[in-house]
């Protein structure tokens, strides 16, 4: 996870000082937040400048990934530190999905407080994965 989300870092960095997204595109501007939401998702991927379609799937597929590491935090085995790596898992998670609509709400809206939240967001998010890998091995251990 820590590795997508510094390749993301890379790709959004990237498509900030690279990337000039079209002030006209599906979504921009759209007066329902979340059906723009999807027309900008829907344009950007398949449309989008490589870069910034990049940054848009990879955004995608950390959703899935940290939905799969909320999930095995609940199943682990390691019931004494179980809370804490579930406690990080949804808020490395909440931070993404979080970032993630801000993403969305930059190359709709373009507002530069929406990428502020978005870099703020992604540092939570790394915090928490980093205090997850701490857990990890306290979690194995009280386990054996």
């Given at each position: 996870m820590l590795i997508l989300l510094l390749v993301q870092f890379i790709l959004g960095?990237?498509?900030?000082?690279?990337?000039?997204?079209?002030?006209?595109h599906p979504g921009a501007g759209?007066?329902?937040?979340?059906?723009?939401?999807?027309?900008?998702?829907?344009?950007?991927i398949p449309n989008g400048a490589v870069v910034l379609a990049a940054h848009a799937a990879l955004g995608l597929?950390?959703?899935?990934?940290g939905?799969?590491?909320l999930v095995r935090s609940?199943?682990?085995?390691?019931?004494?530190?179980?809370?804490?790596?579930?406690?990080?898992?949804?808020?490395?998670l909440a931070a993404?999905?979080?970032?993630?609509?801000?993403?969305?709400?930059?190359l709709n809206y373009d507002h530069n407080v929406s990428s502020l939240i978005m870099a703020l967001l992604f540092a939570v998010a790394v915090g928490a994965y980093v205090v997850e890998l701490y857990l990890i091995p306290l979690a194995t251990a009280s386990t054996s």
């Open positions: 960095i990237a498509t900030n000082l690279y990337v000039t997204i079209p002030p006209k759209a007066n329902a937040y979340f059906s723009g939401l999807l027309q900008g998702i829907g344009w950007v597929a950390l959703i899935l990934v939905l799969d590491l609940i199943v682990t085995k390691a019931l004494p530190r179980r809370g804490g790596l579930f406690s990080t898992s949804l808020v490395g993404i999905i979080g970032a993630a609509f801000n993403g969305v709400s930059f």
